[in-house]
């Protein structure tokens, strides 16, 4: 089941351009999404754990990756934060994503 998405959050999306010194050049994008404030602790493969703030859930169509930096503003205050483990929820033959959970911290 696909969430409703109500929630506006600004991503800097990597345009695929590079300046002189070969750093990727960022475009921020304002996306509908659904935002949730969480306090979960992500392990990772290596054992390091990371504190996430921002649980949020992307439609398939927008691009996402690890360390993507992403800034979000509602009533409480401005969280900014970098993307730290990206979930998908696919249909259970796996053929279609139906939306993308990303957990900044």
């Known amino acids: 089941m696909k969430p409703p998405m109500n929630q506006s959050i600004t991503l800097h999306i990597a345009s695929g351009e590079t ?5 990727d050049l960022v475009t921020p994008r304002v996306v509908k999404a ?3 404030r969480t306090s979960r602790l992500i392990e990772g493969t290596s054992g390091n754990r990371i504190q996430a703030s921002l649980e ?9 990756s690890l360390g993507q930096k992403a800034k979000y ?3 409480i205050g401005i969280t900014e934060g970098t993307a730290q483990a990206i979930d998908e929820a696919k249909n ?3 053929t279609k994503t139906y939306f993308r959970t990303v957990y900044y911290g």
């Open 19 to 23: 300046d002189k010194y070969g750093k």
């Open 34 to 36: 659904r935002v949730q």
């Open 56 to 64: 949020v859930d992307l439609p398939p169509d927008i691009p996402v």
């Open 73 to 75: 503003e509602d009533e």
């Open 92 to 94: 259970l033959a796996g």
